[in-house]
């Protein structure tokens, strides 16, 4: 059975997409995240502060002339860039220990370096939830405006024509996520049925707190790869999506029935392509029994 690396390497390929860029980008973008959470372990609100204020990152050999004797040996940098002299003075401080970090996730370098955002950079937000998150710490507007401005983002019942609006906002999450149309195209275009489902796990959850969950069917033998491919860029289609008036919990990918064999969610042209009733309400059926479920775990203590 082949490795998940292997099937997304191959569905990319298929795609005619970058595949090892476009994984290697991913991978380091969580990598970095994950190492400063543990570099900062014991300041939770500093990680939060250090990721919401990164820009982009970078990684390459140092081709400068070096030397000693380690001279003709690779030097690896990782450059960070940062729109906040803060948490550049963050990064300087524990410098060391991050590059530690890094390392434990397999992210080996030799050198953090970091660099100030500057022009357009500085809109760019590598991690666009800690940015959110960091709005909410400190009582400030989110970015993009609230919710509660949007009042049109919330569905009435699924109705074909609320879906495919919900549809057109999730391809633009999708478009907004990767590192170029033509990647997200490539993803959207293996997408044979979507939907979105109306998910709470509180009866008495208000209306700003609703979300969705959101269902992508493909052909069967495009189901490991693109769940690897949800699993390294679903944060970031959900944090793209959130500020758009689209809140959704989860991503979650299934084996297309035969029903839907050969379609295309997400034309190229026109509107995206809305699941029947019937199929919408096998889905929130799911998604009822998937919520009782964690009820369920959590009142048991598991």
């Known amino acids: 059975m082949e490795s998940i690396a292997t099937g997304v390497s191959n569905l990319l390929a298929s795609l005619d997409v970058d595949a090892t860029r476009e994984l290697r980008i991913a991978l380091n973008n969580q990598r970095f995240k994950d190492a400063v959470m543990g570099a900062w372990a014991d300041n939770p609100d500093a990680a939060l502060y250090v990721l919401a204020h990164t820009n982009s990152l970078y990684v390459e050999k140092d081709t400068a002339?070096?030397?000693g004797r380690d001279k003709d040996r690779d030097h690896v940098v990782l450059g960070v860039y940062l729109d906040d002299s803060l948490a550049r003075s963050e990064i300087n401080a524990r410098r060391e220990l991050l590059r530690l970090t890094l390392a434990q996730q397999g992210m080996h370098i030799d050198e953090v370096r970091d660099h100030i955002a500057?022009?357009?950079?500085?809109d760019r937000h590598l991690y666009p939830d800690a940015l959110e998150r960091l709005a909410d710490l400190f009582g400030a507007p989110k970015p993009g405006g609230s919710l509660r401005e949007r009042p049109n983002a919330r569905p009435s019942n699924g109705a074909s024509a609320d879906q495919s609006e919900l549809l057109e906002t999730l391809k633009r999450a999708f478009c907004l996520s990767f590192q170029s149309l033509e990647h997200a195209w490539a993803m959207l275009?293996?997408?044979?049925g979507a939907a979105l489902t109306e998910v709470s796990f509180s009866k008495n959850a208000s209306h700003s707190t609703q979300r969705y969950r959101c269902h992508l069917y493909v052909a069967e033998g495009?189901?490991?790869?693109?769940?690897?491919?949800?699993?390294?860029?679903?944060?970031?289609?959900?944090?793209?999506?959130?500020?758009?008036?689209?809140?959704?919990?989860?991503?979650?990918?299934?084996?297309?029935p035969e029903t839907l064999s050969g379609r295309k969610a997400f034309?190229?042209?026109?509107?995206?392509e809305a699941l029947k009733d019937l199929d919408l309400h096998e889905l929130r059926s799911e998604s009822a029994r998937i919520a009782a479920e964690v009820r369920r775990k959590v009142r048991d203590g598991r």
């Open 65 to 67: 002339p070096r030397k």
């Open 189 to 192: 275009e293996k997408i044979e």
């Open 118 to 122: 500057a022009f357009d950079m500085k």
């Open 222 to 256: 495009d189901v490991e790869g693109m769940s690897a491919i949800i699993g390294r860029f679903g944060e970031t289609i959900i944090s793209r999506a959130r500020p758009l008036g689209l809140p959704i919990r989860e991503i979650a990918v299934h084996r297309s």
């Open 267 to 272: 034309p190229r042209s026109g509107r995206p």
